[in-house]
């Protein structure tokens, strides 16, 4: 195989955690994919993803003025929000075929009434979907627990993938679609990022990983790896 006038000599080279084939060639592309910048590059979107999952826990335990008021704050049910109340009565897409299920998650956490929403802080679902969050958060930004925080992240995206349901279309009340895509949409790509991410062992770089990793404890339960 010729790139112009020269040969390139493809060789195999394990650095760290990942192994790839590289050309070396002396191009851009050469020196970006190699395995000693990859792992970086890992470890950098395993943070970020992370953060995305700690943020959402943190403004929306706090109430920090983002995504959610003050008022709002859940608290670790101490406060008047319910998490999850808005999103399960309507952020889910009606004509979903898990919609009825997804709504009844929805009467857990709080009820329509008269005057208004009457939430249920302290609801289960509330508490189940927070500590996931956190979990998520915790287990991507340090690196430790990556096989059980990343499948459990994985699936917590997965269902809300199907409470958004691409696939079904469905117009608001304004006559608007609210289908774009009928694959896919951001909670299946963060599904399949974040596991990309645990078989990349991307907690190893940049993270506590390898301390985690070489626990006794921890070599001898490696689902806890």
Request: glycine share 12%; proline share 4%; no cysteine.
């Amino acid at each position: 195989m010729h790139f112009g006038s020269k040969e390139a000599e493809m060789t195999t080279t394990a650095k760290g955690d990942l192994s790839v084939t590289q050309a070396s060639q002396g191009s851009w592309y050469h020196s970006f994919t190699q395995a000693a910048t990859t792992k970086y590059w890992a470890a950098i979107a395993r943070i970020a993803l992370g953060f995305v999952f700690l943020w959402a826990f943190l403004d929306k335990t706090f109430g920090l003025g983002f995504a959610t008021p003050s008022a709002e704050a859940w608290k670790f049910a101490f406060g008047d929000g319910s998490p999850t109340f808005g999103y399960l009565t309507f952020g889910v897409n009606p004509e979903g075929p898990f919609a009825g299920f997804f709504h009844s998650l929805g009467e857990s956490a709080g009820v329509m009434g008269a005057d208004g929403p009457v939430l249920s802080p302290g609801s289960w679902v509330n508490w189940a979907f927070m500590l996931a969050l956190l979990g998520a958060g915790i287990t991507l930004v340090l690196g430790i627990f990556m096989r059980i925080g990343s499948i459990g992240a994985a699936v917590l995206l997965m269902m809300m993938y199907l409470a958004a349901a691409p696939w079904a279309q469905y117009t608001d009340d304004a006559g608007t679609n609210q289908s774009n895509n009928p694959i896919t949409e951001d909670h299946l790509a963060y599904a399949i990022f974040v596991i990309v991410l645990m078989l990349f062992t991307a907690e190893r770089t940049w993270g506590l990983g390898k301390w985690w990793q070489s626990l006794e404890f921890v070599q001898r339960h490696p689902w806890l790896a």
